[in-house]
C-alpha cells in the first residue's frame, strides 16, 4: 500500500468517522468538529491525489464488500487530479462551513452527517475501476449532494422544487451513464476498466458511438451543459453557501472526468478512427453554446448565486470546447495539439476549482450578512465586509478572464491550441486529407467565436456582480446592516484566495501534475506534454507560444507604482504654490448631483439596469417577458393612479424544451386520475387484468 | 532580452506618453479646422494636463479605494502595453508578456477598472457610463481576440513580435483576404474602443449620449489628469498596434540610433496619418444611437469570424 492507498484509505476512515461523529456529538460542537473533519478528509484525498499524479498508482480490489459485482479502486493520475481538486475544495468549504452552518441552523444532525459522506464519495468516484463501483459512487454522491440541496426547505419554498428539479436531472442522467456503460461492459469480459479498454479494441464503431453519447449525456448532464443545465441554476443558488461551493467548483468536474474517461481512455482507440470525429464535433458544439448561453443567462440574472451557477456552465462549456479540440486534434493524428488542448481544459478545471469556490464562499458571506442573494438590494458592502470584498473581487477577476486573473491562463492555452490547429500554421505535423480541413475549418471558428463571446460577456457579468454587489451605496436596509463574517469563514475564503492567487501567478507549478494526467488520460494519439515549465515563463512544448502571468503582474504592479510617484512628484511641484490642504491631504467634496440635493441610494444603478442594454442587444436570444399593469382611477379611466412595470428573464431553453415535457407529464397525470378513483374493487381488478395479460403474454411469446 | 528590446522598453513608453496628447490635440485641430473654426493648437491636450496637475485632489464622498485607483490602474495597464509591444523596435522588452491577448486583456483591464469606479461613485452617472462601457466591451473584446486569431492563425504565433516579424519578411501577407478583412474589423474595434465617434462622442458632456465621459464624472484635479493622459494613451496604443500589425515597414529591426530614429519617425508619421483619418472622418459622421451600436459592433465580429473562416478555407 504505497502513499496513494495511504491518502484514500485515510479520506474514507476520516469520512466515515466524520458522519458518525456528526450522528453522535451534541448539536453545539457538531459543526466545528465535521468541519474539522471533513477538513481533514479532503486534506487526505489532496495527499492522495498528489502522490497519484506524482505517478504512484494504487490498485485495490474488495469483492466482497458489493454483491455480484464487487468494488475496485484504482486511481492513476487522471483520477489522482480531480480528486486532488475535490479534495481541496472540501477543506476550503468545509473550513467556511464550521462558521456558516452555526449562523445558518445548519447544525442539524442531518445535514451534518451527510456533508462529509458527500466530500467521501466525490472522492472515491474518480478512484473507481469498475462499472459498478463508479455507479455505485456515483449514485451516492448524487444522493447525498440531493439531500444537502434540501437543507433549508423548510426556511424557502423554491428549495424543494430546486430539489425536485435535481433529483430528476441527476437520475435521468444516472440512467443514461447506466445505459451506456452496461452496454459498454456487454461487449467486454467483465465490468472491470481493464476490461473494457481491451474491449474498446474490437467494439463495433455503432456501439462505440451509442456508449460514447449515452455517457456523454449522463456525464454532461452533472456538469451543468446545455440543454442539460435547468437543474444547475436552481440547485446551485437554493443549496447552502458551502455545499454550493462544493457542488459548482468540484462536483461538476467530475461530469468532465468522465467525459474524459470514457471518451478517451474507455474508448480509446474506438476514438481514433475518422467515424469517431463527429463525438468530438459534438462535444465541441456543446461546449460551444454552454458557454455562450450559460454567461449570457448570469450576465442577466440578478440573483448572486443563479448568476455564479450560470457562469458555471459557461466555464464548464470552455472546458468541453478544450476537451472537444483535443479529441479532433488526437483523431486528425496530431498528438502535440491534442495534448495542449486537454491540458488546457484540464487547467481550466483546476482554475475554474479555485475561482468559483471562492466565489460561492464569498456570496455565502454576503448572504450570511444581509440575508439576501439580491444584487438589485445589496451595494456598499465594501465597508462593512472589507475582506469579503477583497476576496469575490479576486474572484471576479479570476472568472472574467482577465490578467492577472485565474482563468486567462486556461483560456490563453486553449485559444494557443485552436490556433496551432491550422495545417501551415507552423505546427509539429501535417494534416491528409481534405474532409478533415473542412472539419477543422467549420470547428475552429466557432470555438474560437465561443470563447471570445464568453469572454467579453464575463467581462461584463462580473463587473456587474462585484460593482453592483458590493461598491456603491448599500440599496436595501438589509446591506445597511451587514457586518464581517465571522474569522473561520474568513478562512475558508482565504484557502480558496490562496489557491486562486497561486493558479494566476505561477501556473507553471501545476504543469507537471497536469502533464502527467495527460498523458494517463491519452492514449499515443494524446501527446503528454501540454506545456514545458519554466518557473516563471509558460512555454509551450512542440508549438510556439509563451506567457508569463507573472512578470505580467509584476509589470502592472510597477507601472501603477511608477504612475503613482510620477503624479505625486509633478503634482507636488506644480502645488508648491500652497494649493494643497493643510496635511496635504485629499480633500473630500459633494458628488454631483445636478444641485438637486444629495442623491439618494434609489438613484443608483442596479444590476436590473446595468444590465438592461446587453438585455437589449441580445434581446432576439434571451426573450425576456415584460408585463405592463396599468391601474386607472375609479372616477376617470382617462386618469392613471398607478403602473406596475415587471420584467423577467427566464430560461428560453429551458421554457422550450422542459415546459412541454412537464406539461406532457401533467396531463398524463390527470388522465390517469380517472382511473384511480379511490375504489379498492377497482384495483383489485386493474391487478386481476393484468396478471391475466401477462399470462397470456407468456404463452403466446413461449 | 536584447538590445533592441530594451531600446524600445525605454524609447516607446517615453514617446507615448509624450506624444499621445500631441496626438489628441493634432486631432482636434484638424477638425476644427475641417469645421472652420481656427482650434487651440496641437499643445492644448498638454495645457490642460499641466494644469490638472496644478489642482488639488479630491475624494468625492462616499468613494472608496477602487475610485482611487483605477486611473493608476489604467495608465500601468496602457503603461505594460507600450513597453512591451513592438511599436519601435521589432523586439520587445518583456517578449513573454508581449502576446496579442495578453495585450487585448490588459487594455480591457483599464477598461474594466474606470467602469468599477464609475459604479463607486453611487451616482447614476456614473452606473450608466459604466453599464454602456460594459456593453460595448462585451461586444468589442470578442471582435478584438477573433480578429487576432485570425491574424495569428497563420502566422503560428500570437506573439506581437512574431506577427510583426513575419509581416516584414513577407509583406505580401497583408493584401490577402484574411488581412483585409481583419482589418476592418480592428478599425470598428479600435473607433469602439477609444470612444471616438460614430460609437462615442469624446467631446459631449450631454447626458443621454456620454459613454466614457459619463464614467468619469466626479474625477476631478490629478486623477482626471491621470484619466485623460491613459484615454490618449489607449488611443495612440490602438492606432499604434493597428499601424504595426499591418504596414511594419520602418520599425527598427537592429539596435542601432539610427534605426531607432527611423523607427520612431514611422511610428509618428503612421499613428499621426491613422489620427488624421479619423479625425477627418468624424467630421463627416453623427453619433449612432446607443442601441444601434451593437449593431456596428455584430458587423465587425461577423467580419472578424470570416476572416478566421477564410483563414482556415484559404489554408
Known amino acids: 500500500m504505497n502513499l496513494t492507498g495511504v491518502g484514500l484509505g485515510a479520506a474514507v476512515v476520516i469520512g466515515v468517522c466524520t458522519a458518525l461523529l456528526g450522528l453522535v456529538l451534541p448539536s453545539r460542537a457538531r459543526p466545528a468538529a465535521v468541519g474539522v473533519g471533513t477538513a481533514l478528509t479532503g486534506a487526505a484525498g489532496v495527499l492522495a491525489g498528489a502522490a497519484a499524479l506524482a505517478g504512484r498508482s494504487f490498485t485495490v480490489a474488495l469483492p466482497g464488500v458489493l454483491p455480484l459485482s464487487g468494488v475496485e479502486f484504482a486511481l492513476d493520475a487522471l483520477g489522482g487530479l480531480f480528486v486532488a481538486v475535490t479534495g481541496a475544495v472540501a477543506v476550503a468549504a468545509s473550513v467556511f462551513a464550521i462558521g456558516y452552518a452555526r449562523s445558518h441552523g445548519l447544525g442539524a444532525r442531518g445535514v451534518q452527517v451527510v456533508f462529509p459522506l458527500f466530500v467521501l464519495a466525490m472522492l472515491l468516484v474518480p478512484a473507481a475501476a469498475s462499472v459498478g463501483t463508479l455507479l455505485v459512487c456515483w449514485e451516492l454522491m448524487a444522493l447525498t449532494s440531493l439531500l444537502l440541496v434540501l437543507a433549508e426547505h423548510r426556511q424557502r419554498r423554491e428549495v424543494a422544487a430546486a430539489g425536485r428539479w435535481y433529483a430528476v436531472m441527476t437520475h435521468l442522467g444516472f440512467l443514461a451513464i447506466l445505459t451506456g456503460l452496461l452496454l459498454f461492459a456487454a461487449h467486454a469480459t467483465d465490468d472491470s476498466f481493464t476490461a473494457l479498454r481491451q474491449a474498446a479494441q474490437q467494439l463495433p464503431p455503432g456501439v462505440g458511438g451509442a456508449v460514447f453519447v449515452a455517457t456523454l449525456i449522463g456525464f454532461g448532464s452533472k456538469a451543468g451543459v446545455v440543454p442539460l443545465h435547468a437543474w444547475l441554476p436552481r440547485a446551485h443558488p437554493e443549496a447552502p453557501s458551502h455545499v454550493s461551493a462544493l457542488m459548482s467548483a468540484a462536483m461538476v468536474n467530475l461530469g468532465v472526468y468522465g467525459i474524459i474517461r470514457v471518451g478517451f481512455d474507455l474508448l480509446g482507440f474506438s476514438m481514433l478512427g475518422a467515424g469517431a470525429r463527429w463525438w468530438w464535433l459534438l462535444v465541441l458544439g456543446l461546449g460551444a453554446v454552454s458557454a455562450v448561453y450559460g454567461i449570457l443567462q448570469a450576465a442577466m440574472s440578478t440573483d448572486l448565486k443563479r448568476l455564479l451557477g450560470y457562469s458555471t456552465t459557461e466555464n464548464m462549456g470552455l472546458v468541453l470546447v478544450g476537451l472537444g479540440a483535443a479529441g479532433l486534434f488526437a483523431s486528425l493524428g496530431q498528438p502535440v495539439l491534442a495534448g495542449l488542448a486537454l491540458g488546457a481544459a484540464l487547467l481550466h478545471v483546476l482554475n475554474h476549482a479555485a475561482f468559483k469556490s471562492l466565489l460561492f464562499l464569498a456570496a455565502g458571506s454576503v448572504l450570511h450578512a444581509t440575508g439576501t442573494r439580491d444584487l438589485d438590494a445589496l451595494g456598499g458592502l465594501r465597508t462593512a465586509m472589507p475582506v469579503t470584498t477583497g476576496l469575490f473581487g479576486l474572484g471576479a477577476l479570476g472568472a472574467s478572464a482577465l490578467p492577472p486573473g485565474t482563468a486567462f491562463v486556461s483560456e490563453w492555452l486553449l485559444l494557443q491550441a485552436l490556433i496551432h490547429g491550422l495545417p501551415s500554421a507552423g505546427g509539429a505535423s501535417t494534416l491528409t486529407g481534405t474532409g478533415t480541413s473542412t472539419a477543422m475549418a467549420i470547428a475552429m471558428p466557432v470555438a474560437v467565436a465561443a470563447i471570445a463571446l464568453s469572454a467579453g460577456l464575463a467581462v461584463a457579468t462580473f463587473v456587474k456582480a462585484f460593482g453592483v454587489g458590493f461598491l456603491a451605496k448599500p440599496r436595501s436596509a438589509q446591506a445597511e446592516r451587514a457586518h464581517e463574517s465571522p474569522p473561520s469563514m474568513l478562512a475558508g475564503m482565504g484557502l480558496a484566495a490562496i489557491a486562486c492567487i497561486a493558479l494566476a501567478l505561477l501556473p507553471t507549478t501545476v504543469l507537471p501534475a497536469l502533464s502527467s494526467a495527460v498523458a494517463a488520460a491519452g492514449t499515443a494519439a494524446v501527446g503528454s506534454h501540454p506545456a514545458e515549465a519554466g518557473l516563471i515563463t509558460l512555454r509551450l512544448a512542440g508549438v510556439a507560444g509563451v506567457l508569463s502571468p507573472l512578470s505580467l503582474a509584476v509589470a502592472l504592479l510597477l507601472g501603477a507604482l511608477l504612475t503613482a510617484g510620477l503624479a505625486r512628484a509633478v503634482t507636488a511641484r506644480r502645488q508648491r504654490g500652497g494649493a494643497l490642504g493643510p496635511g496635504g491631504g485629499r480633500r473630500v467634496a459633494r458628488l454631483w448631483d445636478c444641485g438637486g440635493g444629495p442623491l439618494s441610494a434609489r438613484m443608483e444603478y442596479t444590476a436590473t439596469s446595468f444590465a438592461e442594454p446587453l438585455q437589449r442587444v441580445f434581446d432576439d436570444v434571451v426573450a425576456p417577458e415584460t408585463d405592463v399593469d396599468v391601474d386607472h382611477h375609479v372616477e376617470s379611466r382617462y386618469l392613471v393612479r398607478a403602473v406596475e412595470y415587471r420584467r423577467r428573464v427566464p430560461d428560453r431553453i429551458e421554457r422550450r424544451l422542459y415546459q412541454p415535457i412537464l406539461d406532457g407529464v401533467a396531463w398524463w397525470g390527470r388522465v390517469g386520475r380517472g382511473v384511480a378513483s379511490g375504489s379498492v374493487h377497482r384495483y383489485l381488478g386493474y391487478g386481476f387484468y393484468t396478471v391475466c395479460a401477462a399470462l397470456l403474454l407468456l404463452a403466446l411469446a413461449r | ?315
Request: glycine share 8%; net charge neutral.
Open chain 2, 1 to 315: 532580452m536584447s538590445a533592441l528590446g530594451w531600446a524600445g522598453g525605454i524609447t516607446q513608453p517615453v514617446l507615448i506618453v509624450a506624444g499621445s496628447p500631441v496626438l489628441v490635440g493634432m486631432m482636434r485641430q484638424v477638425r476644427a479646422r475641417l469645421e472652420g473654426r481656427a482650434g487651440p493648437g496641437i499643445a492644448q491636450p498638454w495645457r490642460d494636463l499641466r494644469k490638472l496637475f496644478g489642482k488639488e485632489a479630491i475624494t468625492p464622498r462616499g468613494t472608496s479605494e477602487v475610485f482611487r485607483f483605477a486611473p493608476l490602474v489604467q495608465v500601468a495597464t496602457v503603461g505594460v502595453v507600450a513597453v512591451v509591444a513592438p511599436f519601435i523596435t521589432a523586439a520587445s522588452a518583456l517578449g513573454a508578456v508581449a502576446d496579442l491577448f495578453a495585450v487585448v486583456a490588459l487594455l480591457a483591464l483599464g477598461t474594466v477598472a474606470l467602469a468599477l469606479a464609475g459604479l463607486d461613485t453611487a451616482t447614476a452617472f456614473g452606473g450608466m457610463g459604466a453599464s454602456r462601457e460594459m456593453t460595448i466591451i462585451a461586444l468589442v473584446e470578442p471582435t478584438l481576440l477573433v480578429a487576432i486569431f485570425a491574424l495569428s492563425v497563420r502566422v503560428g504565433s500570437t506573439n506581437l513580435t512574431d506577427i510583426v516579424s513575419a509581416t516584414l519578411r513577407d509583406p505580401a501577407r497583408m493584401v490577402s483576404p484574411v488581412s483585409l478583412l481583419a482589418a476592418v474589423a480592428l478599425v470598428v474595434v479600435v473607433v469602439a474602443e477609444t470612444g471616438r465617434l460614430p460609437v462615442d462622442n469624446p467631446s459631449t458632456h450631454l447626458e443621454l449620449t456620454m459613454v466614457h465621459e459619463a464614467m468619469v464624472l466626479e474625477y476631478a484635479g490629478p486623477d482626471l489628469a491621470l484619466v485623460e493622459l491613459a484615454a490618449a494613451m489607449r488611443l495612440s496604443v490602438f492606432l499604434g498596434l493597428l499601424a504595426n500589425l499591418f504596414v511594419p515597414w520602418g520599425i527598427a529591426t537592429t539596435a542601432t540610433p539610427l534605426a531607432v530614429l527611423v523607427g520612431i519617425l514611422a511610428l509618428a508619421v503612421k499613428v499621426g496619418l491613422l489620427g488624421a483619418a479619423l479625425a477627418a472622418g468624424e467630421v463627416f459622421l453623427a453619433k449612432l444611437r446607443l442601441f444601434r451600436v451593437p449593431e456596428l459592433l455584430a458587423g465587425s465580429f461577423l467580419l472578424a469570424l470570416l476572416a478566421v473562416a477564410a483563414s482556415f478555407f484559404l489554408a
